[in-house]
């Protein structure tokens, strides 16, 4: 197997697991990880000030929390305390972390997988993301797909944002970074309903993100 190959294998475990891992939304999809979750230790600091800073937030009945994935460096928040999911080399075929909130309006997930020089798969990624999903439903109404599919650029790297939907009605968002040392994964899903409040408290995560190996301005 060369390198490009297995490295789309990493990838297309690393998004399905990701989804399978964060939850989902409904009782009839897959609600089990591969790797058992576990209190990680993590770096994480409630600050009261950010979590009424949006006037109208959903994130506003709970306090945010700063958290450090302690490998990267990278620093975001989350509206609560994360639940963390493990990945190591000799198990999952990488090493990752995965930060999970459950919210009133759905799940919202942050993970930084240690895989260097991804920019060229973020399209595997998505699919995977998404196949990954799909492949926990358990009926069509529940499956979802991707739309609204654009590059970005986000802190200075490679990046791809896109819309998740399925026929039911729910809905999510997922942006994918291609950093030069870690790719991160960044998904909210919500069940029909829920979409406006969970899409706000993913744009107020987006915002938080701080990556001290790059110092170019976010995406919008």
Known sequence: ?????????????????TVIAGGAVFPSSAMAATAAPHTATVTTAASDHDAHRQHGSPATAKQWVETTDAVSGIKF???????????????????????????????????????????????????????????????????LSSTEVHKITAHGRPGLDARLSAPD?????????????HFIEIISLSPKGKEKPMHETYQQLLAS????????????
């Open 1 to 17: 197997m060369n390198r490009r190959s297995h490295f789309q294998r990493l990838l297309l475990l690393a998004a399905s697991t």
């Open 77 to 143: 928040r989350l509206p609560g305390k994360p639940e963390v999911v493990h990945f190591t080399q000799a198990v999952d075929g990488m090493n990752g972390r995965l930060y999970k909130v459950r919210t009133d309006n759905g799940v919202i997930v942050f993970a930084v997988f240690d895989l260097p020089s991804a920019q060229g798969e973020l399209d595997d990624a998505l699919r995977g993301l998404v196949d990954g999903y799909n492949a926990g439903t358990q009926s069509p109404q529940h499956k």
């Open 169 to 181: 009605g729910a809905a999510g968002s997922a942006r994918l970074i291609a950093g030069d040392a």
């Open 209 to 220: 993100v701080r990556n001290p190996h790059t110092h170019a301005p976010r995406a919008d």
